[in-house]
């Protein structure tokens, strides 16, 4: 199985947990930049603005092509219950590859349920596997239970197939 890992990352907790699923998997890895920085209070506020609408924002393209893969792994942060701007876009981007899917999010206390089932409502169909992760666990025994289990529901996915 080929799998890719794209993400995107504000403060680097998704691109860390993407980082530990690629390795596990021997996956290949792509991230998903805006082209323009979202910094400070203005730039935080309006990308959850934009989450919770469910918009896109403006993304630099993002190689390789997901259709040359077996399964495609998305991250994200949450916010107000939605996935960034930049998953959004990338979604839309490349949805008629997306055949595949597996979810990641990393949030603060909540939320992953939300934007999980917003990122299949955009996709079109429900993830093989989803992974949540609260801040407070992406370092430590709870993350590390929490993406066997991930990692599990994957593989009990490609003996099925």
Request: one cysteine or more; charged letters at 25%; proline letters at 6%.
């Amino acid at each position: 199985m080929t799998a890719l890992v794209v993400h995107y990352s504000h403060n680097q907790h998704t691109a860390t947990v993407a980082e530990i699923i690629a390795n596990r998997l021997d996956a290949t890895t792509a991230v998903i930049e805006e082209t323009r920085a979202r910094d400070g209070a203005l730039g935080l506020a309006t990308g959850a603005v934009m989450a919770l609408l469910g918009r896109p924002s403006a993304i630099k393209p993002v190689g390789p092509d997901p259709a040359g893969f077996d399964l495609v792994i998305l991250g994200t942060p949450v916010w107000v219950g939605a996935p960034a701007p930049a998953v959004n876009a990338y979604i839309d981007a490349h949805r008629d590859a997306l055949k595949r899917v597996a979810f990641f999010c990393t949030e603060a206390k909540s939320g992953a349920a939300q934007a999980f089932a917003r990122m299949e409502r955009r996709i079109g169909h429900p993830p093989l596997a989803t992974l949540e992760l609260a801040e407070d666990e992406i370092e430590g025994p709870a993350r590390e239970e929490k993406l066997e289990q991930f990692l599990s529901d994957l593989k009990r996915d490609q003996t099925s197939a």
